[in-house]
Every structure is written in C-alpha cells, then in structure tokens.
C-alpha cells in the first residue's frame, strides 16, 4: 500500500450541490484531496475513469435511471474502488439492495465530521481500495465471510502481474507486484492505460486481440514489449480473461502476467547461435562423448552429402576413412581424453564415396562441473587448399629448379645487403660454396672500388622511382682476383607492395673483359707503329733524299767540268759525291738494322749486367779515352735474361753518347749502375755532359731524330736502343734538367723473359 489516508482522493457523488460543496469542504479539512463532484451516477462513472479516486462517497438516491446503488453496482465491477453510501433513510428493500454491492461504509444523514472521518478512514485503511469484496467486512450486518480477503490477500501477494482493466485499457486494480515491476503507485496506476508502457505496435495488436474474447472464448494469451521507466525493453506475457456482465455488452479483463525478457533473450541467442552454427564455413557437429553424432549443422550436408536425418544418430567413424591408426576415430578420441582437444588432418568420405581432405579440430564441452558432456567438432573441406599447396609446391619446385640450374649467377639480397640466397653458378662465380656465400654481405665480395648496390637505385627503388638496374661491376673470388661481371638487379615487393629484397642476375664478364683489354692494347700498339711508320717514311724519304740531291747537284757539275774539259775540279767533286752516296748506304744499313731488330732470332741467355757493360765500355774504349772520360761502374749490378749481342749494343750506344755530347766539361764522367724493383732491372748510364732540354726527352727516340746536327752521328742509335729494349719487355727514359745539366738514360729489364716475341 502505497497510498497514506491523507493523500486519498475522494470522488464526491451528490445530487444536492450545498451538501456535496458542504462534504467536499470537510474532507479537504480533513487532508483529503476531492477532484470532482458528480451529480448523477454516469457522470460519476466518467469521473471514476478519469481520476480513479481512491474512495467515492454516494449519495444512493440519484437523479436519472441510474440511482447510486445502481452506481456502485457499476463502480465496483469496472474499476474496484470502494464506495461509502450517504443516505437519509433506507428501506429494507434499498438496503438489501445496496448490501449487494458490498460497499465500504454506510453514512446515514445527518452525520457529523467524526462520523464521516471515521468512516473515510476505515474505508481507505481497508487492505486493497480496489477489492471492495473486502468492504463486506465492514458493512453493517457483518454477514461476509474471510474468504475474499484471504484470496485478495493471495492475489496481492503473488509474484506475477496482476490486473485489471475496462475495454478501452483503463486500469481498474493493479497488484503490488504490478506496481513495483513499473515502480509507480497504484493511484499513479489506476485509471492510466494498461498498455501505456508498450510500443504503439503491441497496442494496437493486443488491442484487436482482447476485443476478440468472447464468452466462448474468454480467456487469450498475449505478449508485448514495454519500455520501463528506466528505458530498459523487457518482454510480458499475460493470460487475459474477459468478463462479461450479464447483458454481454459490457466487459472487463483480468491479466495475470509474467516478465519474459530472459526467456526471449535466450531465444533469441540460442536462434542466433543457431544461425552462426549454420552461417559457419565449415561444418560443426556434435557428438557424444563416444562419437555417436547428435548435430548436423547445413554445411555438414554440403561437405559430406547427408541430411541431419540420416547422420544424427550414427557414429562419426562413418564419414571418416580411417588411413591409418594415426588417424582413426578411436585414436583422435583417445587424444581428446588425453591431452584436452584434437586437431589435424583426416580423410572424409562422402555419400558418393568420394575422398576428401579435412582439417578437423574437436573439443569437448564441460558442464559447471567440469565433467564433459559432448564433443564440438568442426571439420573443413580442404580440397581446394590442398589442390593450391600442391601447385604451389610444383611452382616452387620449378621455380628452384630454375633458380639452381641457371646458367647465370641469380642471388637474393635482403635490404640491408645480406646474401640471402646464391643459385650454383653464382657460387662457381665468386668460388665460395653455398653455405658460405649465404652466410656473407654483398660488400663482402664487392671489389673495394665499386658499389655493392648504387646507392641511388636503393633508394630510388625502395622509394618505388626506379625498377631495376644494370650496371658493370667488379667482385673479389674467394681465391683474390678480380672477376668483372654484369649486374640486373631488382627489387621484389610482395603482394602488399612492401620490399623484401633485391634479385640481382650476374653474368661473369671476365673474358669478355680480358679480351677486350688486350684488343684496346693492341690497338693502340698498332696506331703507335703506324704513326711511327709514317713518321719514318717521312724520316726516310727526307734524310735519303738530301745525299741524293748532294750527289745530283755534283754530277752535273762533273759533266759541265767535263764538256769544258775543266779538269781541276774534278776529284773534288767526285769526293763529295763519294761522301754522299757513304752516308745513303750508312743510312740504308741503319735501316736495315732496325727492320732486322724485330724479325732476327735472338738468343735468350742469362746475362749479368755488370760483365756485359764492361765489354760495352771496351768497345767504345776509343772514344772515351780521346775525350779522357771517367767512367764508373756500380759491382752489384743484376742478372737479366735476354739477347746478349742488342744488350750490349744498347748499352755502347748510351756510353758512346754520353763521351759524345759531353760538350766542353773538363771533367767528364760517366756513371753507370743497376738495382732490382720488383721484376725487373732498372739500370742507368748517368754523365756530366750538355743535358737535354725536357721538351725534346721524348723526340730522341725517334728515327734520325737529332738534336745536335754538328756532332757526328745517324740519329738511329736512341730509336734502336728503344726497339731493343720494348722487345725485352722493358722500358727506357731520359731524364735531365736541361742543357748543360747532364742527362741520365734508364734502362727498366724484367729479370726474366717475358716478351713472347723473344724465343
Ligand atoms: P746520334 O747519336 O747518331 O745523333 P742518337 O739516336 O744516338 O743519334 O741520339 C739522338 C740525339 O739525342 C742525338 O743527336 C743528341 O742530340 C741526343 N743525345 C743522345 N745522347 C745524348 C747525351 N748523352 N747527352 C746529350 N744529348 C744526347
């Protein structure tokens, strides 16, 4: 009972305005609420639905059809709440009539304040304002019974929702079970709708099912959502009775309802669990804990081709081909006891009797104590995967094979530089076995002088500018030498567009690269002897030329001295001519001498420096003694290998030029020494004489080419020299700091014969 006394709302029904305004103010002093006063029992009735007071006093005598005993009558049955008659004097006939509607209190005219406060308040504390069967309790003759009241009593008490309402939704009586599940109080309650709380939908719904009861049918099952006042959507479900009055025009209902929220809740989840079990790509099917199957989800069917009908009931074994013991039923059981679960890969068979792959995977599940109950086993179709492994696994082999047995060096770095993977002709290529290259950095075996990876294609590729890149580059074979290669190098990004590595195709160039270097050697061996052939074709025809001019001019001489009989002169002139055709035969030997050089057999003999150079000074002792030259000769000179015989003349000619240009030096001396560099003999012939002009150190060398015309000489011994010396595979130089500063010629030898023109 929510509801104190002194909140009641009372409904005041009395024809007679000055007493219904003279009780209306007494009860208002009393701490009683009075919405409205009636004047005739329907428009009693209307006030009731519309404010559903707590207690109505009635005044019995009415104007209109409908006295106040009739009121009651009407009031009690529509909306239960209590009602007390006011009246002057009763009939016995009235008052039996009036008992009938078991009204809460009796008021006979006059009363006073007391008298009717006392009976409000009776009324009002009554257990339930609705159940005016409890009002018999306290009518006059005391003739009812406890029985109603120990049945509202139950009613009041019950868990479920109790209510009742009129046609129209209007509440009559709530229970308190009904109050509390909407929170509210009964007079907050009664006289609202009963489906206020429920969505428009529901109402209209329940609505046209309650209109449909019929005395037949009385009794309708309904369910509806309400939002409660905390905005929480629960579900009720109610039993509605339909009372009838006696001309049937009339009715009320009577509602016992539950909450049903949980319930539908755990519909709707096992629906939806039900749903996913169906919308999974593989099949799920539960077992017994002996594998004997009680679900069959609709993948199942696809997979294996048997309706729910036909599989539910049997044992798993029978869509299992057991290959092996591995794999039986009775082993993946066994593995379930023993470690908890099972996953691997088994045979299926189908309906049809086909074979399929599956991956299957079964747990059991445990009740709240832990005991299992049934197993969960979910299979996959893994046809198609293993048809995708297996023609990957035949790519990957041809790509391997590919990989291996190509003829170019293919190799994968990663991005910081890493040898992630060499083919064979890679290894053969760097001379490292596999192990070991993979285990190395491209830097590692990268010649020093060149770039592992060009650092702009790194960064230009990673960056996504650049594809890929083909570039000359040098590595180090694991033996030391260099080897040339031609590198393509690419990036490889996997299928999200990230990095992973370089691929780079190697091809070993070395050959190429050797031949090529000896054909630019020999090139530019041949444009240096054609440039000096026709700088000695130039040379010869101009240097021959001048004695045979000299030898004309005097022999037309001679034949003018002839025809003149001009005698004297004649020997004079012969000696010229003579002179001249000397020299041109001198000239022609020397030439001669030079072309022999390189087609002459020479002997390849051991030959110490020092010995040789003194036999050398012997045979230019004449002039060294006339110009009284000293010459000194270092003891320790090497040991070469070549021709004997060009050696030697080599090293006369230096001395014999050296005594020769010494000019005016009154102390001329001549110093000749040797030492070993490396392979090779680097000797000098050093003197004190009239040097050389570094801007013609190299002209010397050539043919005829002489810088001092008044000395005696061909200008062939220095380009003989360096003939000599080249076809030794050696070098030789002059080095001087001018005229008058002396000259010193080198001679480089290698120790050994190296010159394959030499025999
Ligand atoms: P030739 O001695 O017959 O003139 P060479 O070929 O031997 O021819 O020498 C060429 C030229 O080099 C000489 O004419 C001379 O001008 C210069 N020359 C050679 N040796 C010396 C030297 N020791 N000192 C200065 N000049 C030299």
Redesign the pocket.
């Known amino acids: 009972m929510s509801t104190t006394t002194s909140q009641a709302r009372i409904i005041v029904v009395e024809d007679e305005i000055t007493v219904a305004l003279s009780i209306r103010q007494s009860l208002q002093l009393m701490g009683y609420t009075v919405p409205e006063l009636a004047a005739s029992g329907a428009e009693a009735i209307d006030k009731i639905r519309r404010h559903a007071p707590d207690l109505v006093l009635m005044d019995i005598g009415l104007p209109g059809k409908m006295d106040g005993i009739e009121a009651a009558r009407q009031i009690n049955r529509r909306f239960g709440t209590p009602v007390i008659f006011i009246t002057g004097h009763t009939d016995p006939t009235t008052f039996q009539r009036a008992k009938k509607t078991i009204p809460a209190g009796y008021i006979p005219k006059p009363f006073t304040e007391q008298e009717l406060f006392t009976a409000v308040e009776l009324a009002l504390t009554r257990p339930s304002p609705g159940q005016n069967h409890v009002a018999a309790k306290i009518t006059a003759n005391g003739t009812t019974t406890e029985k109603p009241d120990r049945f509202r009593t139950m009613i009041e008490d019950i868990p479920a929702l109790v209510c009742r309402f009129l046609a129209d939704g209007t509440l009559t009586y709530v229970n308190a079970a009904y109050c509390a599940y909407f929170n509210k109080s009964r007079i907050d309650l009664i006289g609202s709708n009963f489906l206020q709380y429920a969505p428009k939908v529901d109402q209209q719904r329940i609505r046209r099912q309650v209109e449909a009861l019929t005395p037949d049918a009385p009794v309708g099952n309904f369910v509806h959502q309400v939002v409660t006042p905390t905005h929480e959507v629960r579900w009720l479900q109610w039993t509605c009775q339909a009372i009838f009055d006696d001309s049937l025009n009339d009715r009320e209902y009577q509602a016992v309802g539950s909450d049903i929220t949980e319930r539908k809740q755990a519909e709707a989840n096992l629906l939806l669990s039900d749903q996913i079990l169906q919308q999974m790509p593989s099949a799920i099917i539960v077992t017994d804990l002996s594998g004997k199957i009680q679900r069959w989800t609709g993948k199942a069917r696809d997979i294996f081709g048997y309706s729910a009908s036909e599989a539910v009931g049997r044992p798993v074994s029978f869509i299992h081909l057991p290959q092996s013991d591995i794999d039986s039923t009775e082993r993946i059981l066994a593995k379930i006891k023993e470690t908890g679960e099972f996953f691997g890969e088994v045979t299926g068979i189908t309906k049809s009797g086909k074979t399929i792959p599956i991956e299957a995977s079964a747990k059991p599940i445990f009740d709240k104590f832990g005991r299992p109950l049934v197993l969960i086993c979910t299979l996959r179709d893994i046809t198609f995967r293993k048809k995708n492994e297996q023609a990957l696994e035949e790519s990957e082999e041809r790509f391997r094979l590919a990989f291996e047995n190509a003829n170019i060096g293919v190799w994968l770095i990663d991005l910081e530089g890493r040898l992630l993977r060499a083919n064979n002709r890679m290894c053969q290529i760097l001379g490292y076995n596999r192990d070991e290259l993979e285990r190395l950095n491209v830097n590692d075996v990268t010649h020093p002088q060149d770039v592992d990876l060009p650092l702009e294609f790194v960064e230009g590729s990673l960056a996504g500018k650049t594809d890929h890149i083909t570039f000359e580059k040098r590595y180090i074979h694991k033996q030391g030498y260099v080897v040339w290669a031609n590198a393509s190098t690419s990036l490889v990004r996997d299928s999200f567009g990230q990095p992973l590595y370089f691929i780079s195709h190697v091809q070993d160039i070395t050959r190429q690269k050797l031949i090529e270097t000896e054909r630019e050697r020999l090139i530019s061996q041949l444009e240096t002897k054609n440039t000096e052939l026709e700088r000695m074709t130039y040379t010869i025809s101009h240097d021959l030329k001048s004695p045979l001019i000299t030898i004309q001019g005097f022999l037309t001489l001679l034949e003018k001295d002839a025809a003149n009989n001009a005698s004297e002169r004649f020997e004079q002139n012969i000696k010229f001519i003579r002179a001249a055709a000397k020299k041109m035969k001198q000239l022609v030997d020397d030439l001669l001498e030079i072309s022999r050089i390189g087609r002459l057999p020479s002997l390849r003999e051991t030959i110490p420096l020092s010995e040789m150079i003194r036999e050398a000074i012997s045979m230019v002792a004449g002039s060294i003694n006339v110009r009284a030259a000293k010459v000194y000769v270092s003891h320790d000179m090497p040991t070469v290998v070549g021709d004997r015989a060009r050696l030697s003349q080599v090293f006369q ?2 001395i ?3 005594v ?4 005016t030096e009154p102390n001329p001396t001549i110093k000749i020494g040797g030492r070993i560099e490396g392979n090779f003999a680097v000797c000098y ?1 050093k ?1 004190n ?4 002009d570094p801007r ?1 150190h190299h ?3 050539n ?7 008044d ?11 360096k003939r000599v010396v080249e076809l030794h595979g050696g070098q030789i130089w ?1 080095e ?1 700091a001018g005229a008058g500063q ?2 010193t ?1 080198w001679v480089k030898l290698p120790l050994t014969a190296t010159n394959p023109d030499l025999p």
């Open positions: 000619n230096l014999d030029n050296a020769k240009f010494m000019g012939v003197d004489g009239i040097g050389i013609y002209r010397i060398f043919l005829f080419d002489r810088l001092d015309t000395t005696e000489g061909s200008g062939v011994g220095l380009a003989l020299a002059v001087s002396g000259s010629f």
